[in-house]
């Protein structure tokens, strides 16, 4: 069933919405979920929780066209927060190491000032996006958005794994000095 059909099944509170989302996309957001939590029960609770703050959010919003955006973000959010609630102290290797890597190319203030501008930290890092080529992208989402592992994108994208390394470092190179250039202290 294509995300249109799935939207209006949402809009006419038809429960079958939810399991036609399952159908379509729940491995996928298992799969994310899996990644930053590491336990396959909790990546399904995750799953599950999702489809109720779905049912809740449409209407009122309708994400005709990025149907699984909305809900990988949704299941993302749910296991970061799983991931903080379980392990405050002392989370999952990966997960450090993916916020090591991102951590040499964004701003370091954590102040109110700089949660204030979290919003336009974000168009920034997305207009950086825009230039890069759609194998940039790609690569970058998967790795710092989806969690795949460096092997994984380097599969899918027919890429040698010394090549997904080499270009994620050069991006987050690149990514210190477009912000830096537009006024955040790295």
């Avoid at 336990?39 to 066209?65: M, Q, T």
């Amino acid at each position: 069933m294509d995300d249109d059909r799935i939207i209006d099944l949402y809009l006419a509170r038809d429960e079958r919405a939810i399991s036609e989302t399952s159908g379509k996309y729940g491995h996928a957001l298992q799969k994310i979920a899996y990644r930053i939590l590491g336990d396959f029960s909790a990546a399904e609770e995750c799953e599950n929780d999702a489809y109720l703050k779905v049912w809740n959010l449409i209407p009122p919003h309708e994400p005709r066209g990025y149907l699984f955006a909305f809900v990988a973000r949704i299941v993302r959010f749910l296991a970061i927060n799983e991931c903080r609630k379980t392990s405050r102290e002392k989370q999952s290797a990966f997960i450090c190491e993916l916020s090591d890597e991102m951590l040499e190319c964004l701003p370091s203030d954590h102040n109110t000032e700089a949660e204030m501008n979290a919003a336009e930290l974000k168009n920034l890092i997305n207009r950086y996006l825009e230039s890069c080529s759609k194998q940039q992208q790609i690569v970058f989402v998967r790795r710092y958005w989806y969690f795949d592992t460096i092997s994984e994108i380097a599969e899918s994208c027919g890429f040698t794994q010394s090549k997904v390394k080499t270009m994620l470092f050069r991006m987050r190179k690149d990514l210190k000095e477009y912000l830096e250039k537009e006024g955040y202290r790295i």
